[in-house]
């Protein structure tokens, strides 16, 4: 069983920077993402990292070069430094793991979430 516990959000200016942290217990060996949800619209992938020891990511277009996920696997710990941030990227974001170690944006392949950090980017 694994749980996640965000942290991090929080109200912005555009062009400002946020970091979201997640910590996991239990099982850990996943590949983990970041997703959010905008109240009326799906959830959607912003960015995963998988678990071996190179660390290979994936992002959406929309964050690629402004947002960059991490793991210290000392801490069980995931990250995501958000740079230049938009009002479009206002939503709720979640960590999510994936224990099928599918590196993928798909939500559908995750079975772990944690309960979500708010995060608002005012213009």
């Known amino acids: 069983q694994v749980q996640l516990v965000e942290s991090g959000g929080g109200s912005v200016q555009a062009g400002g920077s946020l970091r979201l942290a997640c910590v996991a217990s239990?099982?850990?060996?996943?590949?983990m993402g970041w997703f959010r949800q905008v109240p009326g619209k799906e959830r959607e992938g912003v960015a995963a990292i998988d678990d071996d020891d190179d660390g290979t990511t994936t992002y959406a277009d929309s964050v690629k070069g402004r947002f960059t996920i991490s793991k210290d696997n000392a801490k069980n710990t995931l990250y995501l430094q958000m740079n230049s941030l938009k009002p479009e990227d206002t939503a709720m974001y979640y960590c999510a793991a994936d224990p099928a170690a599918i590196l993928t944006l798909s939500p559908d392949e995750y079975n772990y979430w944690g309960q979500g950090t708010q995060v608002t980017v005012s213009s």
């Open positions: 239990g099982y850990t060996q996943n590949v």
